[in-house]
Protein backbone atom coordinates (compact mmCIF):
# COMPACT_ATOMS: atom_id res chain seq x y z
CA UNK A 1 0.00 0.00 0.00
CA UNK A 2 1.06 3.37 -1.36
CA UNK A 3 1.57 5.98 1.81
CA UNK A 4 2.36 9.58 1.54
CA UNK A 5 5.36 11.13 2.64
CA UNK A 6 6.28 14.99 3.26
CA UNK A 7 9.75 15.35 1.79
CA UNK A 8 10.05 11.62 1.31
CA UNK A 9 11.40 10.76 5.36
CA UNK A 10 9.71 13.30 7.58
CA UNK A 11 6.17 11.53 8.52
CA UNK A 12 4.65 7.69 7.51
CA UNK A 13 1.27 6.65 8.31
CA UNK A 14 2.30 2.98 8.68
CA UNK A 15 6.02 2.63 9.86
CA UNK A 16 6.08 -1.12 8.57
CA UNK A 17 10.02 -2.48 8.60
CA UNK A 18 11.80 -5.00 6.71
CA UNK A 19 13.20 -8.26 8.03
CA UNK A 20 15.34 -8.06 11.06
CA UNK A 21 18.96 -9.43 10.68
CA UNK A 22 19.70 -11.59 13.99
CA UNK A 23 23.36 -9.81 14.56
CA UNK A 24 23.60 -7.01 17.01
CA UNK A 25 26.84 -6.20 15.97
CA UNK A 26 27.39 -2.62 15.29
CA UNK A 27 29.66 -1.77 12.63
CA UNK A 28 29.18 -0.31 9.70
CA UNK A 29 32.30 -1.72 8.08
CA UNK A 30 31.34 -5.06 8.30
CA UNK A 31 27.87 -4.55 7.49
CA UNK A 32 28.05 -4.82 3.63
CA UNK A 33 29.00 -8.77 4.58
CA UNK A 34 26.08 -9.31 7.12
CA UNK A 35 23.12 -7.63 5.46
CA UNK A 36 20.43 -10.17 3.88
CA UNK A 37 21.33 -10.14 0.19
CA UNK A 38 18.55 -10.87 -2.18
CA UNK A 39 19.18 -11.25 -5.97
CA UNK A 40 18.31 -8.34 -7.79
CA UNK A 41 17.96 -6.30 -4.82
CA UNK A 42 19.82 -3.64 -3.23
CA UNK A 43 21.07 -5.03 0.32
CA UNK A 44 19.17 -3.13 2.96
CA UNK A 45 20.89 -1.67 6.41
CA UNK A 46 18.56 -2.55 8.80
CA UNK A 47 17.24 -0.49 12.05
CA UNK A 48 18.80 -2.97 15.14
CA UNK A 49 21.99 -2.83 13.98
CA UNK A 50 22.46 0.40 14.88
CA UNK A 51 20.03 1.27 17.44
CA UNK A 52 18.93 -0.53 20.39
CA UNK A 53 14.96 -1.44 20.86
CA UNK A 54 15.30 0.72 24.53
CA UNK A 55 17.14 3.41 23.53
CA UNK A 56 17.15 6.50 21.73
CA UNK A 57 17.26 6.20 17.62
CA UNK A 58 20.31 8.54 17.14
CA UNK A 59 23.78 7.06 16.86
CA UNK A 60 27.02 8.06 15.59
CA UNK A 61 29.99 6.74 13.47
CA UNK A 62 33.31 8.60 13.17
CA UNK A 63 35.17 7.50 10.08
CA UNK A 64 38.84 8.35 9.57
CA UNK A 65 39.57 6.76 6.44
CA UNK A 66 36.32 6.45 4.65
CA UNK A 67 35.91 3.27 2.92
CA UNK A 68 34.99 2.63 -0.50
CA UNK A 69 31.37 1.16 -0.30
CA UNK A 70 28.61 -0.55 -2.37
CA UNK A 71 25.11 0.66 -3.45
CA UNK A 72 22.99 0.06 -0.53
CA UNK A 73 19.85 1.37 1.52
CA UNK A 74 18.87 1.57 5.08
CA UNK A 75 15.95 2.42 7.45
CA UNK A 76 17.19 4.96 8.93
CA UNK A 77 18.25 8.87 8.02
CA UNK A 78 22.15 9.43 7.46
CA UNK A 79 23.29 12.71 8.04
CA UNK A 80 26.85 13.14 6.63
CA UNK A 81 29.44 15.91 7.48
CA UNK A 82 32.76 15.82 5.42
CA UNK A 83 35.76 17.24 7.58
CA UNK A 84 38.72 16.66 4.92
CA UNK A 85 39.73 14.45 2.01
CA UNK A 86 37.88 13.50 -0.97
CA UNK A 87 35.98 11.04 -2.53
CA UNK A 88 32.50 10.45 -4.63
CA UNK A 89 28.69 9.68 -3.22
CA UNK A 90 26.64 7.99 -6.06
CA UNK A 91 22.85 9.17 -5.20
CA UNK A 92 20.69 7.60 -7.91
CA UNK A 93 22.88 6.06 -10.17
CA UNK A 94 24.33 10.12 -10.27
CA UNK A 95 27.98 10.96 -9.21
CA UNK A 96 28.37 13.87 -6.44
CA UNK A 97 32.08 14.93 -5.61
CA UNK A 98 32.67 15.23 -2.02
CA UNK A 99 35.16 17.61 -0.21
CA UNK A 100 36.07 18.89 3.02
CA UNK A 101 33.18 20.84 4.50
CA UNK A 102 30.51 19.10 2.73
CA UNK A 103 27.02 18.10 4.37
CA UNK A 104 24.62 16.24 3.02
CA UNK A 105 21.67 13.90 4.04
CA UNK A 106 20.73 10.20 2.99
CA UNK A 107 17.02 9.86 3.32
CA UNK A 108 16.09 6.63 4.32
CA UNK A 109 15.54 3.47 1.51
CA UNK A 110 17.44 5.56 -1.05
CA UNK A 111 20.31 3.85 -3.04
CA UNK A 112 23.44 5.23 -2.34
CA UNK A 113 27.14 4.39 -2.63
CA UNK A 114 30.70 5.33 -1.99
CA UNK A 115 33.67 5.58 -4.63
CA UNK A 116 37.33 6.39 -4.91
CA UNK A 117 37.42 7.97 -1.34
CA UNK A 118 40.68 9.47 -0.72
CA UNK A 119 42.08 10.15 2.78
CA UNK A 120 37.84 11.17 3.70
CA UNK A 121 37.55 11.93 7.00
CA UNK A 122 33.70 11.92 8.30
CA UNK A 123 31.30 12.04 10.37
CA UNK A 124 27.82 10.11 9.84
CA UNK A 125 24.56 10.66 12.63
CA UNK A 126 22.27 8.42 12.04
CA UNK A 127 18.82 8.64 13.20
CA UNK A 128 15.14 8.19 12.70
CA UNK A 129 13.41 10.79 11.98
CA UNK A 130 9.52 9.20 12.66
CA UNK A 131 10.45 8.02 16.00
CA UNK A 132 11.83 11.63 17.27
CA UNK A 133 8.91 13.10 15.63
CA UNK A 134 11.48 15.32 13.79
CA UNK A 135 8.35 16.28 11.57
CA UNK A 136 6.70 18.10 14.79
CA UNK A 137 9.75 20.16 15.50
CA UNK A 138 10.20 24.10 15.04
CA UNK A 139 12.65 24.10 12.60
CA UNK A 140 10.41 22.93 10.10
CA UNK A 141 9.84 26.62 9.36
CA UNK A 142 13.54 27.71 8.80
CA UNK A 143 13.76 27.90 5.03
CA UNK A 144 17.79 26.06 5.55
CA UNK A 145 16.07 22.78 7.10
CA UNK A 146 13.43 22.67 4.66
CA UNK A 147 16.27 23.45 1.72
CA UNK A 148 19.01 20.59 3.63
CA UNK A 149 16.73 17.74 4.99
CA UNK A 150 13.93 18.08 2.76
CA UNK A 151 14.20 19.34 -0.58
CA UNK A 152 18.10 18.85 -1.38
CA UNK A 153 17.91 14.62 -0.40
CA UNK A 154 14.27 14.64 -2.85
CA UNK A 155 16.28 16.62 -6.21
CA UNK A 156 19.43 14.98 -6.30
CA UNK A 157 18.53 13.38 -8.97
CA UNK A 158 17.67 16.28 -11.33
CA UNK A 159 20.80 17.72 -13.06
CA UNK A 160 19.07 21.03 -12.69
CA UNK A 161 20.12 21.82 -9.49
CA UNK A 162 23.38 21.49 -8.40
CA UNK A 163 23.43 22.63 -4.88
CA UNK A 164 24.97 21.27 -1.64
CA UNK A 165 25.38 22.51 2.09
CA UNK A 166 29.34 23.15 1.82
CA UNK A 167 30.47 24.63 5.40
CA UNK A 168 33.66 27.14 6.03
CA UNK A 169 36.45 26.28 8.28
CA UNK A 170 34.75 27.87 10.92
CA UNK A 171 31.22 26.36 10.48
CA UNK A 172 32.67 22.74 10.15
CA UNK A 173 35.00 23.08 13.23
CA UNK A 174 32.08 23.83 14.93
CA UNK A 175 29.71 21.43 13.55
CA UNK A 176 32.50 19.13 14.41
CA UNK A 177 32.85 19.64 17.82
CA UNK A 178 29.02 19.36 18.37
CA UNK A 179 29.02 16.06 16.79
CA UNK A 180 32.08 14.59 18.60
CA UNK A 181 30.15 15.91 22.18
CA UNK A 182 27.08 14.14 20.69
CA UNK A 183 29.36 10.84 19.93
CA UNK A 184 30.99 11.08 23.51
CA UNK A 185 27.16 11.61 25.08
CA UNK A 186 26.10 8.43 23.43
CA UNK A 187 29.23 6.71 24.51
CA UNK A 188 29.38 7.48 28.21
CA UNK A 189 25.81 6.82 28.33
CA UNK A 190 25.17 9.02 31.91
CA UNK A 191 22.10 9.40 33.74
CA UNK A 192 20.11 12.16 31.27
CA UNK A 193 22.05 11.14 27.90
CA UNK A 194 18.85 10.38 25.95
CA UNK A 195 18.16 14.44 26.76
CA UNK A 196 21.65 15.65 26.40
CA UNK A 197 22.21 13.70 23.13
CA UNK A 198 19.17 14.38 21.14
CA UNK A 199 19.61 18.61 22.36
CA UNK A 200 23.39 18.04 20.91
CA UNK A 201 21.71 16.71 17.77
CA UNK A 202 19.02 19.46 17.34
CA UNK A 203 21.46 21.86 18.12
CA UNK A 204 23.57 20.51 15.17
CA UNK A 205 20.29 20.10 13.34
CA UNK A 206 19.51 24.40 13.79
CA UNK A 207 22.98 25.54 12.92
CA UNK A 208 23.06 23.77 9.74
CA UNK A 209 19.81 25.14 8.64
CA UNK A 210 21.33 28.56 9.65
CA UNK A 211 24.21 28.26 7.34
CA UNK A 212 22.05 27.28 4.74
CA UNK A 213 20.34 30.34 4.74
CA UNK A 214 23.52 32.14 4.76
CA UNK A 215 25.44 30.35 1.04
CA UNK A 216 25.59 32.52 -1.64
CA UNK A 217 25.82 30.20 -3.78
CA UNK A 218 23.66 30.58 -6.52
CA UNK A 219 21.77 26.99 -7.18
CA UNK A 220 21.02 26.76 -3.00
CA UNK A 221 19.71 30.34 -3.74
CA UNK A 222 17.18 28.83 -5.99
CA UNK A 223 16.68 26.31 -3.38
CA UNK A 224 16.05 28.78 -0.47
CA UNK A 225 13.65 30.39 -1.99
CA UNK A 226 11.48 27.47 -2.36
CA UNK A 227 12.38 26.45 1.00
CA UNK A 228 10.69 29.68 1.72
CA UNK A 229 7.60 29.12 0.17
CA UNK A 230 7.49 25.45 2.05
CA UNK A 231 8.32 27.25 5.41
CA UNK A 232 5.30 29.67 4.53
CA UNK A 233 2.82 26.48 4.42
CA UNK A 234 4.30 24.78 6.75
CA UNK A 235 3.11 27.21 9.27
CA UNK A 236 -0.21 29.02 7.64
CA UNK A 237 -1.26 25.76 5.93
CA UNK A 238 -4.69 26.12 7.29
CA UNK A 239 -4.98 29.65 5.65
CA UNK A 240 -6.12 30.32 1.93
CA UNK A 241 -2.62 29.91 0.32
CA UNK A 242 -2.40 30.69 -3.38
CA UNK A 243 0.87 29.85 -6.03
CA UNK A 244 0.66 33.91 -6.24
CA UNK A 245 1.33 34.59 -2.66
CA UNK A 246 3.67 31.77 -2.43
CA UNK A 247 5.43 33.30 -5.42
CA UNK A 248 5.41 37.02 -3.74
CA UNK A 249 7.23 35.21 -0.57
CA UNK A 250 10.16 33.07 -3.34
CA UNK A 251 10.65 36.24 -4.77
CA UNK A 252 9.44 34.81 -8.13
CA UNK A 253 6.97 34.74 -10.99
CA UNK A 254 4.26 31.82 -10.24
CA UNK A 255 5.32 30.15 -13.49
CA UNK A 256 8.75 29.67 -12.33
CA UNK A 257 7.90 29.14 -8.93
CA UNK A 258 5.94 25.81 -10.17
CA UNK A 259 8.56 24.68 -12.23
CA UNK A 260 10.77 24.59 -9.36
CA UNK A 261 8.55 23.69 -7.20
CA UNK A 262 7.94 20.55 -8.87
CA UNK A 263 11.33 19.90 -9.66
CA UNK A 264 12.32 19.95 -6.26
CA UNK A 265 10.07 18.00 -4.47
CA UNK A 266 8.23 16.28 -7.49
CA UNK A 267 4.74 18.08 -6.63
CA UNK A 268 2.87 21.05 -7.05
CA UNK A 269 2.52 23.70 -4.98
CA UNK A 270 -1.17 23.02 -4.32
CA UNK A 271 -0.54 18.78 -4.21
CA UNK A 272 2.40 19.45 -1.54
CA UNK A 273 -0.07 21.95 0.62
CA UNK A 274 -3.06 19.35 0.75
CA UNK A 275 -0.36 16.55 1.42
CA UNK A 276 0.50 18.88 4.77
CA UNK A 277 -2.78 20.21 5.55
CA UNK A 278 -3.62 15.85 5.53
CA UNK A 279 -0.68 15.08 7.32
CA UNK A 280 -1.46 17.44 10.46
CA UNK A 281 -5.42 16.19 9.88
CA UNK A 282 -3.66 12.52 10.63
CA UNK A 283 -1.81 13.62 13.75
CA UNK A 284 -5.00 15.16 15.12
CA UNK A 285 -7.26 12.05 14.33
CA UNK A 286 -4.90 10.32 16.66
CA UNK A 287 -6.41 12.13 19.91
CA UNK A 288 -9.99 12.00 20.63
CA UNK A 289 -11.97 15.02 21.36
CA UNK A 290 -12.77 16.68 17.84
CA UNK A 291 -14.95 15.64 15.39
CA UNK A 292 -13.92 14.72 11.36
CA UNK A 293 -15.53 17.94 10.47
CA UNK A 294 -13.97 19.80 13.15
CA UNK A 295 -10.28 18.66 12.30
CA UNK A 296 -10.88 19.23 8.43
CA UNK A 297 -11.91 22.64 9.15
CA UNK A 298 -8.87 23.28 11.81
CA UNK A 299 -6.57 21.97 9.52
CA UNK A 300 -7.80 24.48 6.09
CA UNK A 301 -10.14 22.25 4.51
CA UNK A 302 -13.81 23.86 3.68
CA UNK A 303 -15.65 20.95 3.05
CA UNK A 304 -15.25 17.71 4.97
CA UNK A 305 -16.68 15.69 1.85
CA UNK A 306 -13.56 17.12 0.18
CA UNK A 307 -11.52 16.75 2.99
CA UNK A 308 -12.37 12.92 3.13
CA UNK A 309 -11.71 12.54 -0.46
CA UNK A 310 -8.30 13.95 -0.10
CA UNK A 311 -7.51 12.02 2.90
CA UNK A 312 -8.34 8.87 1.05
CA UNK A 313 -6.23 9.49 -1.97
CA UNK A 314 -3.11 9.87 0.08
CA UNK A 315 -3.70 7.57 2.94
CA UNK A 316 -5.58 4.90 1.19
CA UNK A 317 -8.77 5.24 3.83
CA UNK A 318 -10.83 7.09 5.14
CA UNK A 319 -10.26 9.52 8.07
CA UNK A 320 -13.08 7.20 9.98
CA UNK A 321 -11.33 3.99 9.19
CA UNK A 322 -7.73 5.91 10.25
CA UNK A 323 -9.58 7.09 13.22
CA UNK A 324 -10.80 3.07 14.14
CA UNK A 325 -7.36 1.51 13.11
CA UNK A 326 -5.41 3.75 15.45
CA UNK A 327 -7.69 3.63 18.29
Given at each position: ???Y???SWL?????SS???P????Y?????????P?M??Q?P???S???FSR??LP??T?F???H??Y??????F????????????NI?????H??Q??D????P??????Y??????Y??????D????D??R?????????Q????I??????N????????L???????I?S????LD???A?K?PG?????LA?F?E?????????E?????????V????E?IS??????ADE????????I?H?S?R??Q???L?????T????L??L?V?E???L???P??????????C????S?Y?S???R?L?????T?????I?
Amino acid sequence: MESYENGSWLWHPSDSSLAKPTSKQYNMASLESTTPHMSGQIPTIHSDYVFSRDELPLATNFNPGHPDYPVHRHEFEELVVIKEGFGINIVDGIDHPLQAGDVFLIPRGRAHAYSHMNRLYSYNIYFDARKIDMKRWTTRALPGFQALFVIEPSYRHNKEFNSRLRLDQAQLLRIWSLAESLDQTLADKKPGFRLIALARFMEIVGLLSRYYEETSHSDSRKVLQVAEAISHMEIHFADEITVEDLARIAHMSPRNLQRLFLAATGKTPTAYLIGLRVIEAAHLLETPGKTITEIAFECGFQDSNYFSRQFRNLMNESPTEFRKRIS
